[in-house]
């Protein structure tokens, strides 16, 4: 398989601990947002994916996929082993819910080109865009706190003893809160999730850190 990927971006960031924890191989083919005037918007990456965005994912049959939930369910329903979507119907709609929390409500408002169109065309200062970043996902981690609060079924990880779904799309968020220096000392819950993820091989492996296109 072949992953489109930058390595700060959180989506991409998802499914490469999805394909870590699958043990699956894959090759990265680095796509950068800022160089070049942004490689997404090339007419070679255009052509995968029509949208501009990150990840795209290439299957072994030459399928291309897009939207990493999306390419996540594929490969859990594909490589079944270990689930990220394990139990029955009411498990899955919790992990889904605590996966979308993040990838719906917190992401969408504070990726790359928003913060690029609120200080490029809103001609926001870094300050601002900061604080812009900061009180969304400070508020939308409080929210995920709650609710992994008020539900049994949590573990180790969000859902259970082993990562799910939503540990896939959770790690990427804090990685990012913390570049931001958002205060994540309410959020106790979440971060002794992070922790137990952190430590694991596949998670260490899919930090943007570890990718080639790091630095």
């Known amino acids: 398989m072949k992953l489109y990927t930058y390595f700060r971006s959180s989506a991409a960031y998802r499914v490469r601990i999805a394909l870590n924890l699958k043990g699956l191989d894959y090759r990265s083919v680095p796509v950068h947002l800022v160089k070049e005037g942004g490689q997404h918007r090339k007419p070679d990456y255009l052509a995968v994916n029509p949208a501009g965005l990150v990840p795209s994912l290439e299957t072994d049959d030459g399928v291309l996929l897009t939207q990493s939930l999306a390419i996540i369910e594929y490969l859990d329903e594909t490589h079944p082993s270990p689930a990220l979507l394990p139990g029955g119907a009411v498990d899955r709609a919790r992990i889904r819910a605590l996966a979308q ?31 812009w970043y900061r009180h969304w996902v400070e508020e939308g981690l409080a929210a995920v706190e709650a609710m992994l609060l008020q539900d049994r079924q949590r573990g180790r990880f969000c859902h259970g003893d082993a990562p799910t779904l939503a540990d896939c799309c959770l790690i990427p968020q804090v990685y990012n809160a913390r570049r931001f220096e958002c205060r994540l000392e309410q959020v106790p819950t979440v971060m002794a999730i992070v922790g137990a993820c952190e430590a694991l091989p596949a998670f260490q492996a899919a930090a943007p850190e570890a990718q080639p296109d790091a630095g």
């Open 101 to 131: 929390a993040v990838a719906c409500d917190i992401h969408p408002v504070n990726n790359l080109r928003v913060l690029k169109y609120l200080q490029g065309t809103l001609a926001l200062s870094d300050e601002q865009k900061d604080d």
